[in-house]
């Protein structure tokens, strides 16, 4: 299960970051996200954000650790920080498994990671 969600995670920091019908697919009709800012955003906030999002910049994840929470739910803690280092923050999603969608997240949170 690790490894799955870890794959699908990453995917989201590169390739599948601005890809609208993979995003529809991976995230949650619920989904919630809380940024490093403090902001509580839904689902439709953060498709357009990714949609009109340029130059994105490199994501360095790293310290995945998973939390079991029965055999439907997950949480994903892991480290972020661009590849010069800065912008360290400490992460967790919330990954629901459907029998419709596969592996989708309802959740995610950013923090700023202490120095």
Known sequence: MLDVLKQL???????????????????HPEFKEITLSGTLL??????????????????????????????????LLYRTAQPDGSRAALRSSHWVLSAAHGWQMIFHQGSTAAA
């Open 9 to 27: 995670e990453c995917s989201l920091h590169h390739e599948k970051r601005h890809d609208l019908a993979w995003l529809e697919q991976r995230l």
């Open 42 to 75: 839904n689902r439709k906030q953060i498709i357009v954000a990714l949609m009109n999002e340029e130059n994105a910049q490199a994501i360095i994840s790293s310290d995945f650790q998973l939390m079991e929470v029965g055999t439907q739910h997950a949480i």
